[in-house]
């Protein structure tokens, strides 16, 4: 029995709904939209995809996307797609190719987005997957339980090297596990990157020495790829623990060469999943676009937080946070660790730590630290507070009794 | 005066225009939702982007897409923005981050698109664009003048490498310029690529010895990197002229890293062009995508065809074809080839010819040279005769008189 790959799709169409899908199918395979001599019954069998379940959901008067065909109605459905492995064999670029290539803009879709997918095995041992995880996260950071309490150098970018370095001392000497780059932090010649770098691991190796526990810094090393090898080995050389990464500004090429050659956890940046998937009748949920990404090997992935100062509703950063943890293959399950971030405090701890069934994450507050009226090592450990009362199941208001960190984080949060 | 970075947004938002101008400025540089002690006004104005024109376009009384403020009115705007280029240095995955990173899916957006970038002269320095252009392609296929008439090996997938290479000589007896793979053939077992090359190059290498004009083949070579190199090689071996990469599915690592290594034109195909650019409210319109790409270096780009089978509109396809033989930089214009794919027979030459403003092109077709009656060396003749019509601007039927296989092309087109 051959392997082949399923993918789900939501599908609005003017045509009627199950030749729509066939055209898909075709469009993604063997077919085109002329008939053609030699596509024969055996190729067809041995190359077609195949719509393997069809389920119609509603229909609405009007296409929710323009341009396509017209109708008097327009009918939604959920749609399974499979592949045999044999047309590209377990390969992430051509797979993109084949279940969100040409397809979207296909004159019988008024609407199309991918929900899901499911892959063979050969996916699995054709990859690598995280390198480091939750374990090797960790191990680096000396966090052994909770989650790792991190925040963002702000502003995103406009600081030089001795101003970052500064502001990395007051979180390093508040007790902070995790700082990231923003996504816009480069290597402008106003913050070099291997000024800033040297600056700001002097601070927190000195840190480390006295506390025995290094905080994980993420460089942002996102650039061309010799850029970023360059980059990864500075941060490396300077005992750094953690490297960043946009998705969408490198590709996957460019995700797959830096696993290969990084020594670092990669610290995953989805910046840009907006225009991927704000429009609800067009593009990627998160469940199918985030298995890309972990099969390339990143080890950290943003899933945005709950009551995020964005767009996206709590329920998607509910199913984000919980896609990223479900095990991806039987015998490699490929977890990453789920990154919360957007206006996060404690106040999120309890529902977030519901959502994920563990601590096993990361969370990101920039205001829900600095903003404390008692400095960053209040806000540090307000935060963790927070968590400790989530994690023992108290309520956040009660343990706050006992703590005043988090008794005063509350009158601000 | 210090270089900065242009682009143009077609935006809507439930808040006041401006306002929201403000936030996705601050968003995108310097700022953040919250209030920062330390971003100074010298720090803003080193490394903050400016709104540099906000125009009303237009109201709403509902929001193009969910997730966004309330409002009783959504202004639709356009909007320029401008950075400096020290915040990024030249370069373009972080370039990515800043014009099309966390920005949708702010609250304050209900639509966001980017129209348009206008790039300094740092980029020009910087990356190499396309090695070939048009200029080389027509070297390496012997077309001099004229467009390359050009088809794509159908069906997509399937067919077996002796099939493949059958197919290829039907259509170099027949005189074809270009030939390309679909975006769907890989490497599986069914038609391994080592094997489809092998064989494809014996029969275009045989032809080309008798006629002295070698048919470009571009062979799809997208996959990881290694995967990618090794077939880029494999392909030069066997005097192959062309190779091609699907852009979405490597990414712009994968692409850069391409360039580098190739000693071949790069056909560059957009599948998944359809998820970024379907809803008008969201994403990405060409003019400021295929900037991204001339500048990583490929030579021919996919910019569909009038009248195709998908569900843009003719005006954006004429628009994205002119996009990219606009010259990039005064002395760096990076122009390169406009590829035409989709129903496309010799009724569209006389409008993509006149849209374009030259030959400097390639048009592919399957059916439209496939289904002459008489076979397909008249069906490339019949479309070489259309185009050489709209060269010299006579009307297609007038010029079908004296060109039978023209004159036979148009009862079946």
Redesign the interface.
């Known amino acids: 029995m051959s392997e082949r790959i399923h993918a789900t799709y939501w599908l609005e169409t003017g045509d009627d709904p199950l030749r729509a899908a066939e055209v898909i199918a075709g469009e993604?395979?063997?077919?085109?939209?002329?008939k053609?001599a030699?596509?024969t019954p055996e190729?067809?069998a041995?190359?077609?995809a195949v719509v393997e379940k069809l389920e119609v959901l509603g229909t609405a008067p009007t296409p929710s996307?323009?341009?396509?065909m017209g109708s008097k109605v327009f009918t939604q459905c959920k749609l399974e797609l499979s592949w045999p492995?044999?047309?590209?064999?377990p390969?992430?670029?051509?797979l993109?190719?084949?279940v969100?290539?040409?397809?979207?803009?296909?004159?019988q879709?008024s609407g199309?987005r991918i929900l899901d997918m499911q892959l063979p095995p050969s996916f699995a041992a054709a990859y690598p997957g995280p390198a480091f995880g939750m374990g090797g996260t960790r191990q680096l950071s000396g966090v052994s339980s909770g989650p790792l309490i991190g925040t963002i150098i702000?502003?995103?970018?406009?600081?030089n090297p001795t101003?970052t370095a500064e502001?990395v001392q007051l979180l390093v000497d508040g007790g902070i596990d995790f700082i990231k780059d923003d996504?816009?932090q480069?290597?402008?010649?106003?913050c070099p990157f291997d000024e800033r770098v040297t600056r700001v691991m002097r601070v927190v190796n000195q840190a480390a020495q006295k506390s025995g526990r290094k905080t994980m810094v993420a460089f942002n090393i996102?650039?061309?790829?010799d850029?970023?090898k360059r980059r990864h080995d500075l941060v490396l050389a300077h005992g750094g623990t953690c490297v960043m990464v946009?998705m969408?500004?490198?590709?996957?090429?460019?995700?797959?060469?830096l696993r290969k050659h990084s020594a670092l956890p990669l610290h995953a940046?989805r910046?840009?999943?907006?225009?991927?998937?704000?429009?609800?009748?067009?593009?990627?949920d998160f469940a199918a676009w985030q298995q890309i990404w972990r099969l390339a090997g990143v080890d950290h992935l943003h899933v945005n937080g709950l009551r995020n100062?964005?767009?996206?509703?709590d329920a998607v950063v509910v199913e984000a946070a919980q896609s990223v943890v479900k095990p991806l293959f039987d015998n490699k399950p490929m977890t990453v660790v789920p990154v919360f971030s957007s206006?996060q405090t404690g106040l999120q701890a309890h529902d977030t730590y519901a959502a994920v069934g563990s601590a096993d994450l990361i969370v990101t507050a920039?205001?829900g630290i600095?903003?404390h009226p008692d400095g960053v090592a209040a806000g540090v450990t307000a935060l963790r507070q927070a968590w400790d009362a989530a994690i023992e199941g108290t309520e956040l208001t009660h343990y706050a009794h006992q703590h005043p960190e988090l008794q005063r984080a509350l009158t601000f949060w």
Request: hydrophobic share 35%.
């Open positions: 993604q395979s063997s077919g085109t939209f002329l053609l030699n596509e190729l067809k041995r190359s077609g996307l323009p341009g396509g492995i044999e047309n590209i064999g390969c992430l670029p051509n993109l190719s084949t969100a290539g040409n397809l979207f803009e296909l004159r879709v199309l702000k502003p995103s970018v406009g600081l101003e502001q996504e816009l480069a290597d402008g010649p106003h996102t650039g061309d790829l850029q970023m946009c969408n500004s490198v590709g996957l090429v460019g995700v797959t060469e940046h910046a840009g999943w907006g225009y991927l998937s704000r429009s609800p009748q067009l593009g990627w100062k964005f767009s996206e509703p206006a920039g205001g600095f903003g």
